[in-house]
């Protein structure tokens, strides 16, 4: 669209720079570009394709009927606080207090908040790449500087450069952002790592915000990835931040959470305040029965991912045009295609000559811009299809 | 709550001075001193009682049983901006375009979004007070100061000093809020005095960031208040922000939308994209019938209101203990006690004394410490009962 003529256009420039800087995510061109196209299978966003069970859709819809429209508490009604208390009682083998977590309007504004409390101008954020794009685009917004440090990328295999990643901690870091498992690599810390990065927050000062929500997604029969929780201390610099979008299958809803210490609990409850106000009572209600009734539905789609991944890793591999390793957590296969570096060309290629939608790994930053990022959180069907399709046309790319 | 002790206390110090130091509601103190007292009638916040009307919520209902429960666009869902232009059409009796307006999880998102366009570290921002805490919070967590410019306040009645607030412009601001009609005042803008502010806009390149969510409810048989929608140009600097949570008592559903010229519309969806990423589609699909079907149910509220302010205003002026004037718009009966000038004691009085709740005008800036504020969008038999209980109160403090 050229913004030139349109009206405003002139008043731009007044904007805030960290306010016109925010980029556009690098999937959208790719999306824009197949979004119309009869029959493309969508695999570049983060998703899956099972809508929302009816046991939480059913509990939103009768507290909607029972008139449930109200204003309630900025921190998140007390029966879903609780909720998180027991799930996560349940997951870790230890108790946690109500008091440590907070509703928020998503993920993303559990990032928001989190990125909100630690960094503003001047400030620094470390945040290992290839990484999903808006955690350097929130930190932008903040004012803060991004400081990317790309992870060892070899034979399709993403690994933690931790001396790196020390040497990247300057006086104005303020914090790590740790992403396990990882979208879109797959890397998944193992609690050596999680323990070597713990050490480094101890020692620098500095904060870890944990994005562990894709830490049910695992593929060698534990319950779950290795987590800070395991190994940290009360007080540690640990920020959860978390979602029900992949779980639970409520990308729609747009509900997460934000663990901290519970000294910050007023300070939370602000931001919240004087961002969004609050989640809708209906919304926590349908989180509460993910939540207590969700088990089987987690496990189920952890059942169908670990197919996706099966179908998608062997047919890929199959082509021999593709360097990639099996993901070890979350659902998402990273591969680069031998001798197709541009992956942004490459991605709106396979638009066309696949019908397969693919996120270029230009868009998750330094150390995968040759890749590209499959979603197979999807039908089996689909994914055969999808993998058919993409043998076909690496054949002749 | 004692927070030397709780896990973390250590490390409070360590955050970002505009997270800690966003201000706790000045409303919040005495809605706890009287949270759980058995009848107290509770008039202190920006709410009516009646639920959201069934049509709307069946829609949301219909939406979330068919399974829209995806990811979507940033920017709103194409039929409700749709519907947001008709909405605009019908009032304001012109064209609007679907591009001007962006669906948002909240008026206060709205303002979270407005502020970070056009203001930052170094900034300033005037308000009108007293005024709605957040507006000035808002402006605080953006790390830009807020420059307070409190109104005329004689015999009850406010008026907007607009020498006052031109001298109150700096180099460095960026903006001026103006809420009208006002909460907590009532105070309405006049075409006039609109024209005026936008003269200060034009001639200073400054920002008029309108909050004309109470332009429905007015008193003098009018339709709405005035708006900047009635004298402004396409080029002129006005954003507007905006909630379905009054006209259409949705304060529990957490949307809004923001109105900005047609070329901003990639930076507020990457704002939105970066801050919550967007509102559920089932809510949308609730605001959609809102818009499209919810004029019965508002000039039923209007209505409601119009009598809650008869019986409060009438009620509070026999007492002869009381200044006032009836408020010319928006649903709150703003008034000083003769004598008693400490309002924040006086709202905890009046839990006590009267077990009414109301806010306390220290809660919203310079000009108004000394009143507190009566939310009347109540059904008539417990207004009826709240001012007898203030008269009963009032004539022994």
């Known amino acids: 669209m050229n913004t030139a003529i349109l009206p405003g256009s002139t008043l731009l420039a007044e904007l805030r720079p960290e306010a016109r800087n925010a980029p ?69 083998g230890r108790a946690f207090s109500p008091e ?27 945040i290992p790449t290839p990484a999903w794009p808006n955690f350097g685009a929130a930190v932008g917004v903040s004012g803060a500087a991004t400081v990317c ?91 959860f931040v978390q979602t029900f979008s992949k779980n639970w299958a409520m990308t729609g809803w747009r509900i997460g959470w934000i663990e901290v210490p519970v000294a910050f609990g007023q300070i939370v409850e602000n931001l919240i305040q004087y961002s969004t106000s609050g989640s809708p009572v209906f919304v926590q209600r349908g989180a509460i029965a993910a939540l207590d009734e969700g088990e089987g539905f987690v496990a189920e789609q952890i059942a169908r991912a670990a197919e996706g991944r ?3 890793f062997e047919g890929l591999k199959a082509t021999n045009r593709v360097t990639l390793s099996a993901p070890v957590g979350a659902f998402y296969q990273f591969f680069s295609v031998d001798g197709r570096e541009d992956s942004r060309k490459l991605a709106l290629d396979l638009v066309d000559s696949a019908n397969v939608g693919l996120a270029p790994g230009t868009a998750f930053g330094p150390g995968g811009e040759t890749g590209l990022r499959l979603c197979f959180a999807r039908n089996s069907a689909d994914l055969v299809e999808a993998v058919a399709r993409l043998q076909k046309a690496l054949a002749t790319l």
């Open 149 to 239: 440090v790309p992870m060892d990328y070899t034979q399709g295999r993403f690994t933690l450069d931790l001396d790196r990643l020390a040497k990247a901690i300057t006086p104005r870091t303020r914090g790590i952002l740790v992403n396990s498992p990882s979208n879109p690599t797959g890397w998944t810390a193992t609690k050596a790592e999680q323990e070597a990065l713990l050490a480094l927050s101890r020692k620098h000062g500095i904060w870890l915000v944990a994005d562990e929500i894709y830490g049910r997604f695992v593929y060698d029969g534990s319950e779950r990835a290795s987590s800070f929780h395991d190994i940290m201390e009360a007080e540690d610099r640990v920020i």
């Open 310 to 312: 099966r179908i998608v």
């Open 24 to 92: 556009e995510s690098g999937i959208v061109e790719v999306v824009n570009h197949g979004r119309l196209k009869p029959g493309l299978i969508p695999l570049w966003v983060g998703e899956g394709d099972l809508s929302t069970p009816s046991f939480i859709a059913d509990a939103a819809a009768r507290s909607l009927a029972a008139g449930e429209t109200f204003y309630t508490w900025q921190r998140g009604i007390p029966e879903l606080r609780e909720a998180l208390a027991r799930y996560h009682q349940r997951l870790y």
């Open 100 to 126: 440590s977590f907070y509703v928020t309007g998503s993920g993303m504004q559990s990032v928001q908040i989190a990125v909100r409390m630690i960094a503003g101008p001047g400030d620094e954020i470390l």
